[in-house]
């Protein structure tokens, strides 16, 4: 595993960090975030396409809308990766 840090929550308070980082090797973005309320939880998991709650393997997390340049520049080292 490669996993490259790319950027950490303008607005942090060293406490509370989304952070946004990448693993070339596979392929993937890794986020760290806030957990949402469990209504969001319950909002999201009525909305989605797939069938029941979501597993105790995967995670819904928030992510300021300020991060996004972060997330873009992840995204883009990413898809470079894959045209190696």
């Known amino acids: ?4 840090f790319v950027g950490i929550d303008p607005d ?3 406490d509370h960090c989304p952070t946004v980082w990448t693993d070339l090797e ?3 973005i890794l986020l760290q975030g806030w957990k ?3 209504e969001a939880r319950t909002e999201c998991e009525g909305t ?10 995967e995670a819904i997390v928030r992510i300021p809308a300020r991060m ?4 873009r520049e992840a995204c883009d080292a990413v898809e470079r990766a894959q045209l190696r």
């Open 1 to 4: 595993m490669a996993v490259a």
């Open 26 to 28: 596979a392929q993937e």
């Open 48 to 57: 989605s396409p797939a069938n029941g709650p979501v597993p105790d393997s």
């Open 12 to 14: 942090t308070d060293r």
């Open 36 to 38: 949402p309320s469990p």
């Open 68 to 71: 996004i340049p972060m997330i």
